[in-house]
């Protein structure tokens, strides 16, 4: 497993196809992840470290997790199948480690709020992953300018994600 950090949630022009991008923490690879819109949202506001005047879905589940003495471990993009994104979220709780299969964008969603760490199967990020260019590590704008010029010549069947919604 590679230990990975969420660079951005951005959109994809000319369909406006929210995307979350990953960054390896230890090395180069980039791993764009097409997610629903209401994801996307969630995600972007916990990143900002903003809060709804009203809980989403996600806070709530973050609340709940928490309110019943767990806490997220890890969540894991644990497969790539027909261009859908396959996840695993890792509970702590009383009893030991708990697995649930879950949606990648409900687990990063959860992951932010929960400052669970993330990981993406090697398998995944050979198969769905880019290089990126940038030989600093530090110039995450950068990497985000690389992407966004990368994401105006691809469209979502382009590489894993087609349909926005299943991952």
Known sequence: MIKMKIINVQEVLPTNAPVVLLREEEGERLLPIFIGRPEATAIGLALADQRPPRPMTHD???????????QVERVVITDLQEKTFFAEIYFRGPVGVEVVQCRPSDALALAVRSNGEIY????????AGYLSEDDDAGQSEEEVEEFRAFLDNVSPDDFAG???EPS
Do not use: C, N
Request: no cysteine; glycine share 10%; aromatic share 10%.
């Open 162 to 164: 087609g349909d926005p």
């Open 120 to 127: 993406v199967e090697e398998k995944v990020l050979d198969q």
């Open 60 to 70: 709530l589940l973050a609340s709940m997790v928490e309110t019943f003495g767990w």
